[in-house]
């Protein structure tokens, strides 16, 4: 459990959204959006990682590109909602999330 | 309609001449069951597949005009042909045969290569012309029917379609790394670019005259539009509709010309329902109409069909397109349109020309091109709204109206508007970018290219095809409407490349049918042209005055049906899919081989469809161009040439 909330996040995009192509991730603070790795769709496969994954969840108003749309700005959104993965994750879901 | 094979080269004599077209012809049998001619003399020869439709009895090609030392091959439709044919029998014309072939080389005699500007219809035809050895290669100013031409050491070769090139000993299918990028991104390949590296398409509206060893290549048509300044200034609307209706129900009417029964696809839209109500008025003994059904409701407009069928009163048939049937007739659906593809859209069109054919019909009439000419695609609202947008970036209210677009993409109106708004780039939006329209698609169509391999992505470093379709524009692009580029970018470049291609002519010559497009007539086109952006696109209200001409053809179910495109399900048809080439074209060692795709992005690719888990533009556009990718390598044996080859970029035609 050494992952930190960051770590698990990109991760995440990079094995759902760049299907293992680490070297296209983007730096924490860049927005997935223009660097087009998330596309008006596919946010809501974020949205399902953060509900089942990271036990957090995540109403309608919530899918804002301000909560959204950076590595940054979803472990700051994950940190503010929740206790934190490591305490209110699901360990079935992480596990085969990962 | 018909297939055409040819070539002019000086090294080749009769004998070894006639087997080249044979093999060729043979390549593209399916374009032309009815009857094949070949005819070859020193260093010229012409082939021809024949799918009989007017002049039955005698309207066999290649046809000559020995008095003129004329030989054609031809394929297509001159709608025109019987007022063409009265205006040469005044000039003195005499006519053996009751085919419009024969008004095409009457034509040429009267006006030399200018002869294509006479023609109402769509074709692609080569003409040799005996005393001044000279090659004519013409192609419908549209783009409908297809050709494709390469050079050999000595000569060149031409035919309908690429595979009939490869027939020739000195060609060999290899990958032109740029034209896949541009399908990744524009969805085609930019004329006269193909998928195969040497191997290049006659641009719609253009002719090529090959003399003396060189081609040369010239528009004869060109799309315009009025300035931004005059682009309101029209007649009343009113006044604007009837021309509409008139200029229409003539266009429907001379694309029932035929000596076979012509029938009409009716996919329960606006288009389509137009087209076949005229038709319905022209043909008093009855029309039929042909039409796909899918299993999945998303897709499904049975109903609209229905009410269209009872309306009319038509002869209907229709087939049900499962997804599995999409993953069955998927390989063959790629064989046809010789270069992968992002959507599985052409296979249901696949299916329903077989449906004509197994009906007996050979001819059909389809609502196509209506959505370019009268602004009826979702790109169009899009870019209004989005234009709307950018120029007060920071307004929620603004951007509620993003939540007016795709009412049938379920995942798309689950999002909220400002996310919706950041995803169409509204701040960053240069409102002076020539591709402003279609940016979002360009981008979200991009995205897919992360499937693309080190090579490939070696290979193309640097390379932008949108910027290479930005610097092509015609000079006065800028000084036309936003309404009128964005039109203009569909009209152009998707309608011919994809459209008219993939979904067009390559599925309904798979089973010999002839698709005829009365929204395609250049009367038409231009009249469109000229009429003003509020007339077509009010307010969000899409082909509002093609809707005003033509609301008493139809229920008002249909005439005030808001645009829902053609679809079919992507990687779902193939999540269910137990089709065996599915696993083998995308095993690592045949993605590795083929060396266009990342294998292991490929793996984990399979493996999110199989968990049932893809979603999203990229997924499945990711998931559709790599498997056809896969297929095309496999099918048309491609060299893989990416680790040696230097970028091609530019145009290699001077």
Avoid at chain 2, 105 to 113: N, V
Avoid at chain 2, 243 to 272: K, M, N, Q
Avoid at chain 2, 482 to 508: C, K, N, V, W
């Amino acid at each position: 459990m050494d992952m930190t909330a960051h770590d698990r996040i990109r991760a995440f995009i990079i094995e759902n959204f760049l299907f293992g192509d680490a070297d296209s991730m983007v730096e924490n603070s860049a927005s997935l959006i223009d660097n087009e790795i998330i596309d008006s769709t596919a946010v809501l496969e974020l949205v399902a990682f953060i509900e089942e994954s990271l036990a957090v969840p995540v109403a309608d108003s919530d899918i804002v590109p301000a909560n959204l749309d950076s590595v940054d700005a979803i472990a700051r959104f994950v940190a503010e909602r929740g206790a934190g993965p490591a305490t209110r994750g699901n360990p079935e879901c992480v596990s085969r999330a990962f | 309609m018909c297939g055409i094979a040819g070539y002019r080269d000086d090294a080749l004599g009769a004998p070894e001449g006639l087997a080249l077209l044979v093999a060729m012809t043979r390549a593209i049998a399916h374009r032309g069951p009815d009857a094949a001619g070949h005819w070859a003399e020193a260093g010229i020869g012409l082939g021809h597949r024949r799918l009989s439709i007017v002049g039955l009895a005698d309207g066999q090609q290649p046809m000559a005009d020995p008095e003129a030392g004329l030989m054609l091959s031809y394929n297509g439709e001159v709608f025109n042909f019987p007022e063409l044919r009265a205006e040469l029998e005044q000039r003195g014309h005499r006519f053996r045969t009751h085919s419009d072939t024969e008004v095409i080389l009457k034509l040429y005699r009267e006006y030399g290569a200018d002869c294509v500007s006479h023609i109402n219809g769509d074709f692609a035809f080569a003409l040799w012309d005996r005393p001044n050895r000279r090659l004519l290669l013409a192609r419908d100013r549209m783009g409908v029917r297809p050709l494709y031409w390469a050079r050999t050491g000595t000569g060149i070769v031409f035919a309908s379609e690429a595979k009939a090139l490869f027939c020739h000993p000195q060609l060999s299918a290899e990958l032109d790394p740029p034209a896949l990028d541009q399908i990744f991104t524009l969805w085609s390949p930019l004329a006269p670019r193909t998928i195969f590296k040497g191997i290049f398409e006659l641009p719609p509206a253009h002719l090529m005259l090959f003399q003396g060893g060189k081609p040369q290549i010239r528009p004869y048509w060109q799309l315009d539009y009025p300035d931004e300044a005059d682009a309101s200034q029209t007649g009343s609307a009113q006044s604007v509709a009837e021309e509409v209706l008139d200029l229409l129900t003539d266009a429907t009417r001379i694309r029932l010309r035929a000596d076979v029964p012509v029938g009409s696809y009716l996919s329960g839209g606006l288009d389509s329902a137009i087209v076949a109500a005229l038709a319905a008025r022209e043909k008093p003994d009855g029309l039929s109409t042909f039409s796909v059904a899918f299993e999945s409701a998303e897709y499904d407009e049975s109903a609209y069909q229905h009410e269209m069928v009872s309306a009319l009163g038509t002869e209907h048939a229709q087939v049900l397109c499962r997804n599995a049937d999409i993953a069955d007739v998927f390989p063959d659906v790629v064989r046809m349109v010789e270069r992968p593809v992002l959507r599985t859209a052409p296979a249901p069109l696949h299916l329903l020309s077989a449906l004509v054919r197994a009906k007996g019909y050979k001819v059909v009439l389809t609502g196509e091109g209506a959505d370019e000419v009268f602004a009826g695609y979702d790109i169009f609202k899009e870019a209004k709204v989005r234009r709307f947008c950018a120029r007060d970036p920071k307004s929620q209210g603004r951007a509620l109206l993003f939540k007016r677009l795709y009412p049938y993409l379920p995942e798309f109106q689950k999002q909220n508007a400002s996310y919706l708004a950041a995803y169409f780039g509204v701040e960053a939006a240069r409102l002076d970018d020539p591709l402003f329209s279609h940016r979002p698609r360009f981008r979200s169509t991009s995205a897919a290219k992360l499937f693309f391999s080190a090579d490939l992505k070696a290979t193309l470093a640097g390379y932008d095809a949108a910027e290479e379709l930005a610097a092509q524009l015609p000079a006065r692009f800028g000084h036309w409407h936003p309404l009128h580029q964005a039109q203009f970018l569909e009209t152009r470049y998707l309608l011919p490349g994809y459209i008219l291609s993939a979904q067009g002519d390559r599925m309904a010559m798979a089973h010999g049918v002839e698709g005829r497009f009365p929204f395609l007539d250049h009367r038409l086109v231009e009249l469109a042209a000229g009429i003003s952006p509020a007339l077509k696109l009010r307010g969000l209200e899409e082909k509002h005055i093609l809707r005003r001409a033509t609301a008493h053809l139809m229920p008002k179910t249909i005439g005030r049906r808001t645009k829902q495109p053609y679809r079919a399900p992507d990687s779902a048809a193939f999540a269910a899919s137990d089709a065996p080439y599915d696993a083998a074209a995308l095993s690592r060692r045949a993605v590795a081989q083929a060396g266009m795709f990342n294998p292991d992005a490929v793996q984990k690719l399979q493996a999110k469809l199989a968990a049932g888990k893809l979603s999203g533009f990229r997924d499945n556009a990711g998931f559709v161009g790599v498997l056809s990718g896969q297929l095309w390598h496999g099918q048309f044996s491609v060299t893989n040439t990416l680790d040696q080859s230097q970028p091609t970029y530019g145009r290699e035609l001077t």
